[in-house]
């Protein structure tokens, strides 16, 4: 077989190195293996329960089914719900969390643009903060609002997130979640430039994952740190599935990413 048609034929998958360079390999991973996993989570976005016009219980309920078959199969440590759980009104908060409550791993919540709730609601409600972190496995999870009661679009705090990556320097990895794009890639992504050079002084930042924009499934990458997006399960917009995002540390501290639309598996990445 030529290189060309090798090239074409084969799939191709991103090579992070630990220096920040980056290859592109045509090595098909076998990232279903989950006896070379050491942490695996699924990441979901985008729900927009109570969207009018939209079958938002239904969402819901076939993301929820989706995501407990996949782990019946291939175990998931968590899953992060990353915004725009609920669309505007505080009265689909309880419905949306029963629904969510019906997974068969822990999950852990960021608030979005749409979840125009309060910091007590939210608190009282998830019994999480606004601004939140977690060990996994070892493995730090840092989960930051971009938003605010008005639904305005916000950088993460820095305050809050420098204070947090600094008492968790020595962690293997570090993987951070925040609905919104800080960078302006998207028509509804925004620049913040203060968190971003944050994140340079930080090596152990592995990757980010952002919601918000329905019409993202794959990857951007700013400072050699990955930017990944995950569609959405919900809305009147976006991606033509609804889908979710599989993230899989692998023993060797490669990180292996891919959605699901639900059960095919697409945009094959693999993070070294």
């Not at 939209?54 to 076939?62: G, I, K, L, Q, V």
């Not at 609905?179 to 980010?208: A, E, Q």
């Not at 995002?245 to 697409?266: E, F, G, H, S």
């Amino acid at each position: 077989m030529n290189r060309r048609k090798f090239l074409k034929d084969a799939t191709p998958v991103l090579l992070l190195l630990a220096g920040g360079s980056t290859i592109y390999s045509c090595a098909k991973p076998k990232i279903e293996d989950v006896k070379n996993s050491k942490l695996r989570f699924v990441v979901i976005s985008d729900g927009h329960y109570g969207q009018p016009g939209t079958s938002y219980e239904n969402y819901f309920r076939d993301i929820v089914a989706s995501i407990n078959a996949h782990h019946a199969q291939f175990p998931l440590d968590c899953c992060i719900v990353n915004g725009d759980i609920i669309n505007d009104d505080e009265a689909f908060l309880k419905p949306a969390k029963a629904l969510l409550d019906e997974l068969k791993m822990p999950y852990f919540v960021t608030q979005g643009n749409h979840d125009r709730v309060d910091d007590i609601t939210w608190t009282q409600t998830w019994k999480m903060p606004l601004n939140h972190h977690a060990k996994i496995k070892g493995q730090t999870f840092i989960m930051g609002t971009t938003s605010n009661l008005e639904g305005g679009y916000v950088c993460p705090n820095i305050t809050w997130m420098r204070e947090t990556l600094e008492k968790n320097k020595s962690s293997q990895n570090i993987f951070i979640f925040i609905h919104i794009t800080p960078v302006k890639w998207t028509n509804n992504g925004i620049d913040c430039p203060d968190f971003i050079d944050l994140l340079t002084k930080y090596p152990n930042v592995r990757l980010v994952c952002n919601g918000h924009d329905h019409d993202q499934d794959d990857m951007k990458i700013k400072n050699n740190i990955p930017y990944l997006f995950d569609g959405h399960i919900g809305g009147s917009w976006g991606t033509s599935y609804r889908g979710f995002r599989i993230i899989d540390l692998l023993k060797d501290n490669t990180i292996a990413t891919y959605m699901l639309n639900p059960t095919v598996k697409i945009n094959e990445r693999l993070l070294s």
